[in-house]
């Protein structure tokens, strides 16, 4: 079995709410995954719980073959940060920290001294159109400079997954869709798996595969790309 990241029988809910009702998913090496379904059908719990954000209530999730969902959240959380990356709706970008700095946080938080951290982090900049802009404050890009600027974060430690969730949500379409494109491109440039919750299935085009979720169920299994 090669999946790099791989759940299984994964179930959460919330009070009365079944937000997960028993989900198998799992995603090779390289492999862009898109994740689509109506408002509240699950999505995001499930990219949740693959990242190790979430415990689900019962089922497992592996990480080339390891574990995750049972460990503390200590481990996983240094787990996070070493090998998945992260694409959220509004960037988060730290207002007050310039762009670069934005981009090594990651590997300062893992102990890369500050220099050498913020020298990795510009190598991202060229390569995403970003030349130039290493000094700017989040407040100085535009949304999809700014979303750029979340995609070389999330890629800075190589992670072994990026997951992305509405990467495009608060862009308008054109810009939305040059930023999935490079997203996907990035990511596999960079041998990392992807995983992307979206409404637009314009941006689900850029991915290998779609999955659709509805009421915490997957309805297709999607054909491997
Ligand atoms: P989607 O991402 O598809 O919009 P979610 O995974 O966010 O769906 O939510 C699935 C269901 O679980 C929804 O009914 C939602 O209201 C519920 N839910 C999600 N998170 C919580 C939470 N923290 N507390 C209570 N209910 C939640």
Redesign the pocket.
Known sequence: MNDVLAGRALTKR??Q?V?LAGVDMAVRPGEAVAIM??????????LHCLAGIMKPDSGEVRLEGTRIDDMGERRRSALRRSRFGFVFQFGQLLPELPADENVALPLMLGGVARAEAVRRGREWFAPLGLGGMEARRPGELSGGQAQRVAIARALVTRPAVVFADEPTGALDQTTGHDTMRLLVEATKHNGASLIV?THDPGVAGWCDRTVE?RD?VLLTAGARA
């Not at 379904?37 to 499930?46: I, M």
């Open positions: 919330f009070g709410t937000a379904g109506p408002s509240g059908s699950g999505k995001s719990t499930l919750v979720v915490g």
